[in-house]
């Protein structure tokens, strides 16, 4: 049952610390993407990789990280210095450029305690 | 910078009726338009997509119209189910390019 996999699916984090975000897919697509969503402000763009070892910064990657070892995982990490980190997290995937075809994640909800 | 602009934020609806939620852009470089439907917890889910060389595109209750002299499209759902309680999303992305790009969001709700 091919799929992505988002882990956990609620986080809770102290302020000032580092947290990171799974997300496994098993569908053999190229590119992965993070998206953040809040209420009223739709989905924006954090990170997306096109190929394993390459990323590229979205529209708000400021306070994040990601790593693409993997064709299979691109795990993302909420840092310290994101300021407002509480929010829904989206993984997805898709097999080529040109934006169709995209899988979404069940998501990661992170709440800042 | 929204690149995508939805309308309206939210839309209630009586069962059986018409919804219709609107969408505009601005860059003529977009040429992928699909609409995602999210139900509460869950991540976005494809509904259905056009291209910009056609002017309509239907799936079931579910239709796009496209208007790309006025860089609009609409979706509008017949037949107006509780269960397509939810929100949806409009989104666009560029030939080659890799990211969607999303609209703000309509919460639906329909009601008995």
């Known amino acids: 049952d091919g799929g992505i996999t988002q882990s956990p699916k609620y986080l809770f984090r102290k302020e000032g610390q580092n947290v990171t975000l799974s997300c496994e897919q098993n569908l053999n697509h190229d590119a992965m993407y993070w998206y953040r969503q809040d209420p009223g402000q739709g989905l924006r763009l954090i990170y997306y990789?096109?190929?394993?070892?390459?990323?590229q910064k979205g529209d708000i990657a400021e306070g994040y990280s990601v790593s693409r070892e993997k064709k299979e995982s691109f795990p993302l990490t909420v840092t310290s210095a994101q300021k407002n980190p509480t929010a829904f997290y989206l993984c997805?995937?898709?097999?080529?450029?040109?934006?169709?075809?995209?899988?979404f994640g069940s998501g990661t909800r992170l709440t800042v305690v | 910078q929204q690149q995508v602009k939805q309308s309206p934020q939210s839309l209630i609806v009586q069962k059986g009726g018409i919804s219709i939620i609107n969408c505009a852009y601005e860059n003529t470089a977009f040429d992928y338009f699909p609409w995602y439907q999210q139900f509460p917890g869950k991540g976005p889910a494809l509904l259905i997509a056009i291209r910009p060389d056609v002017s309509e595109k239907k799936e079931g209750r579910f239709t796009i119209s496209f208007n790309k002299s006025a860089k609009q499209f609409s979706l509008h759902i017949m037949d107006s189910q509780p269960g397509d309680s939810a929100t949806y999303f409009c989104?666009?992305?560029?030939?080659?390019?890799?990211?969607?790009?999303f609209g703000k969001g309509t919460s639906l709700l329909v009601t008995p």
């Open positions: 989104a666009a992305s560029i030939r080659g390019g890799y990211a969607l790009n």
């Open positions: 997805a995937s898709s097999i080529n450029e040109g934006g169709s075809g995209y899988t």
């Open positions: 990789s096109q190929i394993v070892n390459d990323f």
